[in-house]
């Protein structure tokens, strides 16, 4: 088998340090996060001209699957409800040779510490500490395809926040461990419903999602809404 053995530039810096809650794919939702580079690859050289473009493809890997013993060519995606196979190639598992992912996401800013760079973006589908393999710009008159086909960007579920949590959140926020922002974001995630497939007709089954220093229980209710039922500190 022939390797080729990539070098890790960065590691990636998330609210969300597990993988239940990250959104499946990117720009689903605008979580905010930044990538902090090993030396000598952060130096403010290696990205002078990055400011120009709005976009850029990010290559990482997946840094927590399990080792697997032999090559499978057929994955469950979540988005045929987790049970139909597909070929491994005509998805974007996680479950692939290479253990490679690529997303393409926004650039908020550069921010220059110590003479190393921090590159803040947004819209990420990767989880906080995922190792960085190289960034490209997005070029919109190359990779924008027209007419391109594939499934269609999924419909959230409509989310509330109960009273109680709403007066949860109030204390987090003017003790500045959260902010409304984060409130907002945390609705957004909880309305792609990181739940597995298998589990997403689920009624009345309290879930926990982890998003920075905070757990924040959500469950489904008879009409198909999320209910944010609870947060507290870890």
Same mark, same amino acid.
């Given at each position: 088998?022939?390797?080729?053995?990539?070098?890790?530039?960065?590691?990636?810096?998330?609210?969300?340090?597990?993988?239940?809650?990250? $959104?499946?794919? #990117?720009?689903?939702?605008? &979580?905010?996060?930044?990538?902090? !580079?090993?030396? /000598?690859? *952060?130096?403010?050289?290696?990205?002078?001209?990055?400011?120009?473009?709005?976009?850029?493809?990010?290559?990482?890997?997946?840094?927590?699957?399990?080792?697997?013993?032999?090559?499978?060519?057929q994955?469950?995606?979540?988005?045929?409800?987790?049970?139909?196979?597909?070929?491994?190639?005509?998805?974007?598992?996680m479950?692939?040779?290479?253990?490679?992912?690529?997303?393409?996401?926004?650039?908020?800013?550069?921010?220059?510490v110590?003479?190393?760079?921090?590159?803040?973006?947004?819209?990420?589908?990767?989880?906080?500490?995922?190792?960085?393999?190289?960034i490209? $710009?997005?070029? #919109?008159?190359?990779?924008? &395809?027209?007419?391109?086909?594939? !499934?269609?960007? /999924?419909? *959230?579920?409509?989310?509330?926040?109960?009273?109680?949590?709403?007066?949860?959140?109030?204390?987090l926020?003017?003790?500045?461990?959260?902010?409304?922002?984060?409130?907002?974001?945390?609705?957004?995630?909880?309305?792609?419903?990181?739940?597995?497939?298998?589990?997403?007709?689920?009624?009345?089954?309290v879930?926990?999602?982890?998003?920075?220093?905070?757990?924040?229980?959500?469950?489904?209710?008879?009409?198909?809404?999320?209910?944010?039922?609870?947060?507290?500190?870890?």
């Open positions: 088998m022939n390797t080729h053995v990539l070098p890790i530039i960065g590691y990636h810096n998330s609210p969300l340090s597990q993988k239940f809650g990250v $959104p499946r794919q #990117p720009n689903l939702v605008a &979580v905010k996060s930044h990538i902090r !580079f090993v030396v /000598p690859y *952060g130096t403010p050289d290696a990205f002078v001209g990055i400011e120009r473009y709005s976009h850029l493809w990010i290559l990482w890997q997946f840094h927590h699957n399990k080792e697997q013993a032999n090559f499978r060519p994955v469950r995606p979540p988005r045929l409800g987790g049970n139909d196979k597909i070929g491994v190639f005509a998805t974007r598992s479950y692939r040779p290479s253990g490679v992912g690529l997303s393409v996401v926004g650039l908020d800013r550069v921010e220059v110590d003479n190393q760079v921090i590159l803040h973006i947004t819209g990420t589908d990767m989880v906080d500490g995922t190792p960085i393999l190289d490209k $710009p997005y070029l #919109p008159y190359v990779d924008g &395809v027209n007419g391109a086909t594939g !499934f269609d960007k /999924p419909t *959230g579920r409509n989310v509330v926040f109960n009273d109680k949590t709403h007066d949860e959140f109030d204390v926020i003017k003790s500045g461990l959260l902010t409304t922002d984060d409130k907002a974001l945390i609705g957004e995630l909880i309305a792609q419903d990181p739940r597995p497939a298998y589990r997403q007709s689920e009624i009345g089954v879930c926990a999602m982890r998003y920075g220093a905070v757990d924040v229980d959500f469950v489904m209710n008879e009409w198909g809404v999320m209910v944010v039922s609870g947060v507290r500190v870890i």
